[in-house]
């Protein structure tokens, strides 16, 4: 795995223990724990980046 596709990921989870997680983004926000977990990071930024809208 590329060192931009872990800083991405780092500063996505960081930007959403700031602002904290909407009740309909918890899903999401798991989803995409689960993605990362399984090492399928594309997957876990797609869930992550839905977090944010």
Do not use: S
Request: charged residues 25%; aromatic residues 12%.
């Amino acid at each position: 795995m590329r060192n931009t596709h872990k800083v991405a990921l780092f500063l996505l989870i960081g930007l959403l223990a700031l602002t904290g997680c909407r009740p309909a983004a918890e899903g999401h926000f798991q989803k995409g724990n689960e993605y990362y977990e399984a090492m399928q990071f594309a997957k876990a930024a797609e869930e992550y980046e839905q977090v944010l809208e």
